[in-house]
């Protein structure tokens, strides 16, 4: 049982590059979110899906699109990545009971 | 909307010392609170939950926390702190029956335990 996985761990890249971030749960929970964090900043919703199908914009969604492939996939792109995305991005998942589950974080730098 | 504050964005504690990292939050009506703990350089680990029942809820790692309805606070407590509690802790309200839509978490209290 690996809970929220999160692929790559550590990107690099360079301004207008696109990249997609990849996130998978084996929990069979519903929902799913996508957050990043910076210094001084807590955490941050960018999307979420509350079901297969389904997505949301949350507070920060603006330069991301998210795909909720299937109940365990949810991945997040970035089309033209500027250097204010740099930061920890955090995939979750949550059980019927709202409690959430992180996976470990991409680290992501644009230049 | 729910809101969290977190009113201490910094405590240093020294070791063995208790400690208390406050929380309130905003709505008086039924909820979910948490507390998770985010060590550096990794992801955020549940420390505890209130889903309802006792007020007083016990987590990993010896923190424990009490529910104060009438207050809309949801106070994280340890007895006795570590250097190894160093960390960053975060406090969240969720709206039971919302799929989670309505979770919001705090800014963060960083806890930094002194030798």
């Known amino acids: 049982n690996a809970g929220v996985t999160q692929t790559p761990k550590f990107q690099v890249l360079k301004t207008g590059q696109s990249m997609t971030l990849q996130c998978a749960q084996d929990m069979n929970h519903n929902s799913m979110y996508w957050y990043r964090q910076d210094p001084g900043m807590g955490l941050r919703l960018i999307y979420y899906?509350?079901?297969?199908?389904?997505?949301d914009k949350g507070e920060v969604p603006n330069g991301y699109n998210v795909s909720r492939l299937n109940k365990r996939e949810f991945s997040l792109r970035l089309e033209s990545a500027a250097p204010s995305q740099t930061s920890v991005y955090f995939c979750?998942?949550?059980?019927?009971?709202?409690?959430?589950?992180f996976g470990p974080g991409t680290r992501l730098t644009v230049l | 909307a729910q809101s969290v504050t977190q009113l201490d964005s910094q405590v240093p504690v020294f070791e063995e010392a208790p400690v208390e990292l406050r929380c309130n939050y905003s709505?008086?009506?039924?909820?979910?609170l948490f507390w998770y703990v985010q060590y550096p350089n990794q992801g955020l680990q549940l420390l505890l939950k209130y889903l309802s029942g006792s007020t007083l809820v016990k987590g990993i790692n010896g923190f424990e926390a009490e529910f104060n309805k009438s207050q809309t606070s949801f106070h994280l407590r340890k007895p006795s702190v570590h250097i190894s509690d160093t960390a960053e802790y975060f406090c969240a309200v969720s709206d039971p029956g919302n799929y989670g839509q309505n979770f919001v978490f705090g800014p963060g209290t960083r806890l930094s335990v002194l030798p």
């Open positions: 899906s509350a079901s297969e199908g389904t997505t």
């Open positions: 709505s008086s009506v039924s909820v979910y």
């Open positions: 979750a998942s949550s059980d019927v009971t709202d409690t959430q589950y």
